[in-house]
C-alpha cells in the first residue's frame, strides 16, 4: 500500500507562488506515474499536472501550462508543485495521486490513479 501525505498549502496574494509536496510512504512510488489534482468549492475535481515514472514526461492542465511545474525526486519518495503567478481562481483543495506504470505518458483522468493523498489548501486573494 502507498500512503500520500500533501503539504505546502496555504493561503497568497495574486501573483505569488508555492510549493507543494507529496511525500509517499509504504512503498517506493519510482516506478509510479504521479499527478495532482484540485477541487474548488462547488466543482469536480479536474487534473492540474502529471509526471511519468522516470520524469522524462510531464502533461499539464491548459489553466496552469507555463506557471505550474511538476516535479519528482525517486530517491526521496517526493513529488512537487512549483506554483507560481498564482490567480484568484486557483484557489482549491489540490491532492497529490499516483498509479503504477511504466509508460511514456501521465493520464489526466482521475479514475486512472489508485492512490490519493489527504489535500493541501491553497487559497489565492486577489
Known amino acids: 500500500q502507498v500512503q500520500l501525505v500533501d503539504s505546502g498549502g496555504g493561503a497568497v496574494q495574486a501573483g505569488g507562488s508555492l510549493r507543494l509536496s507529496c511525500a509517499a510512504s509504504?512503498?517506493?512510488?519510482?516506478?509510479?506515474?504521479m499527478g495532482w489534482f484540485r477541487q474548488a468549492p462547488g466543482k469536480e475535481r479536474e487534473f492540474v499536472a502529471g509526471i511519468t515514472w522516470l520524469g522524462r514526461s510531464t502533461n499539464y492542465a491548459d489553466s496552469v501550462k507555463g506557471r505550474f511545474t511538476i516535479s519528482r525526486d525517486n530517491a526521496g519518495n517526493t513529488v512537487y508543485l512549483q506554483m507560481n503567478s498564482l490567480k484568484p481562481e486557483d484557489t482549491a483543495v489540490y491532492y497529490c495521486?499516483?498509479?503504477?506504470?511504466?509508460?511514456?505518458?501521465?493520464?489526466?483522468?482521475?479514475?486512472?490513479?489508485?492512490?490519493w493523498g489527504q489535500g493541501t489548501q491553497v487559497t489565492v486573494s486577489s
Open positions: 509504504g512503498r517506493t512510488v519510482s516506478t509510479y506515474v
Open positions: 495521486a499516483g498509479y503504477y506504470s511504466l509508460g511514456y505518458s501521465a493520464s489526466s483522468r482521475g479514475d486512472d490513479y489508485n492512490y
